[in-house]
């Protein structure tokens, strides 16, 4: 069974453009949760999809969006970005929402850095 | 909310010494995880573990629920057991069920 898939790998943008993100979990899991990760905040929740709907949101600004399609694929975007949005985004996938018990699979990650 | 504590912070071997990595947790949890992050970022699945032991090849872990700990064995280390491991619970109380990460333990294996 293939893992969970992001792309691209790496990205180079300036201050003030936009990004997005891509995201394919394991097939037959419908949760796509979203995190960031930095030297000085290491692992932060920002948002998780299951159905095309979000369900949970952590504390992260309106730049912050994402949205999931009907083959559980999602994409996150980061509109304005500030040079602080520089980070490993990882994007994990599970078979349910709303449940503790979920075990949660991590793609490789996409490297954004803001210049 | 709840605090996930990992020690040492960093931890520097010889290739086939044994640690031990360490867990604590401030509050029930329903489900923990423990991660291997390579040196290219990406998370390796190393074990489900919200509560017993369970052991796959040179690699154990160990979660006591009843006293909010989980600790991770690592026999015969190799150089590619280097990187960052991560410990990461769901809290029993949080409706969000989303990981609450420890800081991780940087791990270097010297040949």
């Known amino acids: 069974k293939a893992g969970v898939t992001q792309t691209p790998r790496y990205l180079i943008k300036t201050r003030g453009q936009q990004v997005t993100l891509s995201c394919s979990p394991i097939s037959g899991h419908r949760s796509v949760s979203w995190y960031q990760q930095t030297p000085g905040q290491g692992l932060q929740f920002l948002f998780e999809y299951f159905s095309e709907t979000q369900r949970n949101k952590g504390n992260f600004p309106g730049r912050f969006s994402g949205r999931q399609f009907s083959n559980s694929r999602s994409e996150m975007n980061v509109s304005t970005l500030e040079l602080g949005d520089s980070a490993l985004y990882l994007c994990?996938?599970?078979?349910?929402?709303?449940?503790?018990?979920?075990?949660?699979?991590f793609g490789p990650g996409t490297r954004l850095t803001v210049l | 909310g709840i605090q996930v504590e990992q020690s040492p912070p960093d931890l520097i071997l010889q290739e086939g010494a044994n640690s031990t990595l360490r867990c604590n947790f401030s509050?029930?949890?329903?489900?923990l995880q423990w991660f291997h992050q390579n040196p290219w970022g990406q998370l390796i699945n190393l074990f489900y573990i919200p509560s017993g032991t369970k052991q796959n090849g040179r690699l154990s872990a160990t979660t006591v629920a009843t006293e909010r700990y989980s600790l991770l064995y690592i026999s015969s280390s190799q150089t590619t057991d280097s990187g960052v491991y991560f410990c990461?619970?769901?809290?029993?109380?949080?409706?969000?069920?989303?990981?609450?990460w420890g800081a991780g333990t940087k791990l270097i294996i010297k040949p």
């Open positions: 994990a996938s599970s078979w349910q929402s709303g449940s503790s018990y979920n075990e949660q699979f």
């Open positions: 509050d029930s949890v329903n489900n």
């Open positions: 990461a619970v769901v809290p029993r109380k949080d409706s969000n069920y989303q990981l609450i």
